[in-house]
């Protein structure tokens, strides 16, 4: 079982930026950051395989955002840059405990954090 713990959700201006952090109570192989809001589907932001750190960005953020992760710390952050109004989500962390092939599909992760809400106003 892993745990992940979210932080760093809050309310900016259209522009800002803000900064997500996950950290695992142990090491996993993939982890992720996707993005849900209501009434609507979880959709992939950003993952990136832990061992060699390659990554994944959804187009609409791959300017914008970015992944990077602390193995010593367990830790995967998202840093928003240039944030839109309709980037305004509840953002979760996920981890896996294999190499996914595709780190922006939910359906590869296992374990999942509480959720953070992002809100961005015009």
């Known amino acids: 079982q892993v745990e992940l713990v979210e932080s760093g959700g809050g309310s900016v201006q259209d522009g800002g930026s803000l900064r997500l952090s996950c950290a695992a109570s142990r090491s996993t192989y993939s982890m992720g950051w996707f993005r849900q809001v209501p009434g609507g589907e979880r959709e992939g932001v950003a993952g990136?395989?832990?061992?060699?750190?390659?990554?994944a960005l959804a187009d609409s953020v791959k300017t914008r955002f970015t992944i990077s992760r602390d193995n010593a710390k367990r830790t995967v952050d998202l840093q928003m840059d240039h944030l839109r109004p309709e980037d305004t989500a509840i953002y979760y962390c996920?981890?896996?405990?294999?190499?996914?092939?595709?780190?922006?599909?939910?359906?590869?992760?296992?374990?999942w954090g509480q959720g953070t809400q992002v809100t961005v106003s015009s």
């Open positions: 990136i395989l832990t061992g060699n750190g390659a990554t």
């Open positions: 996920a981890a896996s405990g294999r190499n996914l092939g595709s780190l922006l599909r939910p359906s590869g992760y296992n374990y």
